[in-house]
C-alpha cells in the first residue's frame, strides 16, 4: 500500500518537481526522461553522458514500448558521436509512435542532409500536424529545402494539398528576406493550381517585398496572381470603378476602419438608384486620417487625376479629398465638394519627377488633426469612378 501511495505521489509531482517524483518512484519514466532532458539540456553544466545513458537504459529495459526512451537513449548516443546507432534508435521510436517528436526532430534534420528532401518533407508534415508550435524548429533549414527541385517539388505538393502549416510556411518567407523569392514561385505555382493562393498570403508576401523596397516584385506578384476577372479590372489604379470583389492586398483598396463613416462597395444592379461606386456614409461625427487608400506605382511623367462622384447633402468642416503620395510628402491632392450633386466631374493634374518615389499610395483622406466634435462630417458620398491617366507627352 506504501508504495502505491508512494507512485501515486510520483505521479503528481512529476511535471513539476522531477527529482523528487523520481526519487519516490524510481520507475517513474515520465519523470526519469524529465531529469535526462533537463540534465541533457543544462547550459550550466556539461552533461554525464555514460551516467545519463544507464540510467536512461535502465528505464527502458522496465518500458520497452516507450518510444520516449528509445529517443532519449539515441540522443546521447547521438551526443556521444555513435550516429548510426543514435539513428537506428530514433528509427525504433518512429516505429513505436511515429509522432515521436524528438525522433522526428532528428530525422528531418538528417534527410535534409543527406539530401532526402522528400522524406524531410513527408515527415515536416508529420511533424507540425501533431505538433504545430514546432514550426519554428524547423524553420531554419525550409530553405535548404526550397533550394533543391526535389525538395521544392514536394512543398509544393504538400501545400497545396492544404497542409494545415501552409500559413506558416508562408508567414516564415514573408518575414524573410531571403525567403521571399521561395514564397513568391510557391505562390505563383499555387496560381496553376487547385488550390490558389489566399488573399493573406498574398498581402503577407507583397509586403514583404514592400518592406524591402523592392516595389517591382511586390507590383509584379500582384499583377500575376489577378484572376481573369481581376485582369479587367487593371490599369493605373485598379478597380477604378470600386466593383466589390476587393481582397484587401497592395495595389488593391483596402478599406480602413473609421468610427465616423461606413465605406461600402456596390455594383450599378446593387446600388440605390443605379448610382454604383464607392459609398461613403458619414455619421455626423468627427472624422480623422484615411478611409480607403491603394499602393500605385507610377513611372515618372505627367498625368491626370479624375473623380466622377455624387453626393447627397454633404457637410465637410475640414477639407475631404484624394492625395497622391511618396515617403517624402504630397505630390496631388483633388478636393471634393459639399453639397448634393450628381455624376459630377473632377480632375487634378500631377507629376511624378525621375528621382522621386517608384511607388505611391493613393489614399481618401481629411484634413482634420483633431476629432474635435466642433467639426463632424454629414451625408453621403457615392464615388462612380477614379482614375489616373498620363498625359500625352
Not at 525567403?179 to 489566399?198: C, Q, T, V
Not at 476577372?229 to 484587401?248: A, W
Request: proline share 6%; net charge negative.
Amino acid at each position: 500500500m506504501l508504495a502505491a501511495s508512494s507512485i501515486g505521489l510520483s505521479r503528481l509531482l512529476e511535471t513539476e518537481t522531477s527529482a523528487v517524483s523520481l526519487a519516490l518512484d524510481p520507475l517513474n519514466a515520465d519523470a526519469l526522461i524529465s531529469v535526462i532532458t533537463g540534465d541533457l539540456n543544462d547550459p550550466n553544466n556539461a552533461p554525464d553522458l555514460e551516467a545519463l545513458l544507464s540510467k536512461a537504459r535502465d528505464a527502458l529495459s522496465f518500458n520497452l514500448a516507450d518510444a520516449r526512451l528509445y529517443s532519449l537513449v539515441g540522443e546521447i548516443k547521438y551526443r556521444q558521436g555513435e550516429t548510426d546507432e543514435a539513428y537506428e534508435l530514433f528509427d525504433q521510436a518512429r516505429k513505436l509512435s511515429k509522432t515521436e517528436i524528438h525522433a522526428l526532430q532528428r530525422s528531418i534534420g538528417r534527410a535534409t542532409e543527406t539530401g532526402d528532401l522528400s522524406k524531410a518533407v513527408g515527415d515536416i508534415d508529420i511533424l507540425l500536424r501533431r505538433w504545430p508550435n514546432q514550426f519554428p524548429a524547423i524553420a531554419d533549414g525550409l530553405q535548404a529545402i526550397l533550394s533543391n527541385p526535389g525538395g521544392y517539388n514536394a512543398m509544393l505538393t504538400a501545400i497545396t494539398a492544404e497542409a494545415p502549416w501552409r500559413p506558416s510556411l508562408f508567414g516564415a518567407l514573408a518575414n524573410d528576406p531571403k525567403g521571399l523569392d521561395y514564397a513568391n514561385r510557391l505562390l505563383l505555382d499555387l496560381n496553376e493550381s487547385i488550390a490558389p493562393p489566399k488573399p493573406v498570403e498574398l498581402a503577407g508576401v507583397i509586403n514583404g517585398y514592400i518592406r524591402q523596397r523592392e516595389y517591382e516584385q511586390a507590383y509584379r506578384l500582384f499583377l500575376f496572381t489577378l484572376s481573369e476577372q481581376e485582369r479587367k479590372l487593371g490599369g493605373y489604379i485598379f478597380n477604378s470603378t470600386f466593383e466589390p470583389v476587393s481582397r484587401d492586398r497592395p495595389f488593391d483598396w483596402q478599406v480602413r476602419d473609421q468610427s465616423g463613416l461606413e465605406v461600402t462597395f456596390a455594383t450599378s444592379q446593387n446600388a440605390v438608384e443605379g448610382e454604383g461606386g464607392a459609398i461613403v456614409r458619414f455619421l455626423n461625427t468627427p472624422v480623422k486620417n484615411s478611409a480607403l487608400q491603394q499602393y500605385i506605382e507610377l513611372p515618372p511623367g505627367s498625368y491626370k487625376l479624375s473623380l466622377i462622384a455624387s453626393a447627397r447633402n454633404l457637410k465637410l468642416p475640414k477639407e475631404l479629398f484624394w492625395s497622391v503620395r511618396c515617403p517624402a510628402g504630397e505630390i496631388a491632392r483633388l478636393n471634393i465638394p459639399e453639397g448634393t450633386f450628381n455624376r459630377q466631374a473632377m480632375s487634378e493634374e500631377f507629376s511624378i519627377g525621375p528621382d522621386a518615389c517608384r511607388m505611391q499610395l493613393l489614399r481618401l483622406e481629411t484634413s482634420a488633426i483633431a476629432e474635435s466634435w466642433r467639426f463632424r462630417y454629414v451625408g453621403t458620398l457615392v464615388m462612380h469612378k477614379l482614375s489616373i491617366e498620363r498625359n500625352p507627352s
